[in-house]
């Protein structure tokens, strides 16, 4: 192969204007705006957000004798149910039972949520923002051994049994975040989806990153909200979520008022908060199916007295209670069912890595 030397001069100078177009064009395209992009996670942990940062504070009758609820369960609390004269097992109709159990319910201030709106006098205190929050389903469940004198992010003892038999058998969820820059603030789209299969686990029996999920066609569990980035914290502050979900969890997750606040971590990965006002009888299926480490009848009787949004027009009874979950997520590639890559998985941090990390708790 020859030189350019032996080109001529016009050869010559063709070729210094394609080393100089060589060295300059990357550097111009980078001064323009970043493209659209989105990055794609799968949900890797999901449960009640615990709070017992204070035990005796949160359920002093409890902390008196060094009890919980839970222990409350024996000779000298026997519940009954009838129905048409007859008697019924009470985990499956705590309806009926004759008698509320008044359950000793959480009286500390502090618990994670977001202001959904609701009375003063109802309002904790977030532990990490310090804003004033709604949490009535903490309210009521509290002082129960499977959440009590958990610290978080601990999970509750049945919802980790059925969360991780879930994990392994039901398909997954995935959530896509959409931006014009993702590694700033700004405005995004954050659409939710079931996967057509179960999540991936490592080594560890965590949940790998990077595996790429098709999304179910299906739009039962798809949910698509509007947020932002902010000071690398992504924020969504109204909407409507719907996902399906199965036993031995929960059957869905249905949050109306819906709000989400996830820390972006150095790895790529987020963590945080989904709450909103959920329907307390879907919540309670988990706990009226799977009796045995809970108190079905114990929860139904102070859900339905703490429940606090969408009254029933015929009865009164409010249909809905304020909800708060804690959630994790790993970067993962989505596709839909034809091949098309819609979300890739990314390991940086959302917003500028120095907004993140001063925004985590």
Sequence with gaps: MRSDRTYGPAARILSRVALLAAVVLPSVLSATPAAAETRGYVISWFATAVNTRDFATDCPLAAKDNKTAADALGPARKDTAMVDGKPVPTSSYPAAVQKDPDIETIKGKFAYGFDLGGPAKNKFVDP????????????????????????????????????????DSAPGWVMQISGADLSHDGPVTVTL??????????????????VTYIIDPATRSHNELSGEIKRGVLNITSGVIFMVADLPFYTQVDLANAHIRMNSDNDGSLEGYWGGHADWHAWMYLYTARPAASDPVGFYWALRKLADADPDPATGQNRRISTTWRMQAVPAFLANVDGKVLATASSEPLGSPSQAAAALP
């Design 193 to 210: 989806d079931r996967a057509l299969r179960h999540v991936e686990r490592d080594a560890r029996g965590g949940v790998r990153n990077n």
């Design 128 to 167: 990490d923002t310090g804003g004033k929050v709604d949490n009535q389903l903490w309210r009521a469940i509290g002082c129960h051994s499977n959440f009590a004198r958990r610290p978080p992010p601990e999970m509750p003892y049945s919802e980790a049994l059925g969360w991780n038999a879930m994990l």
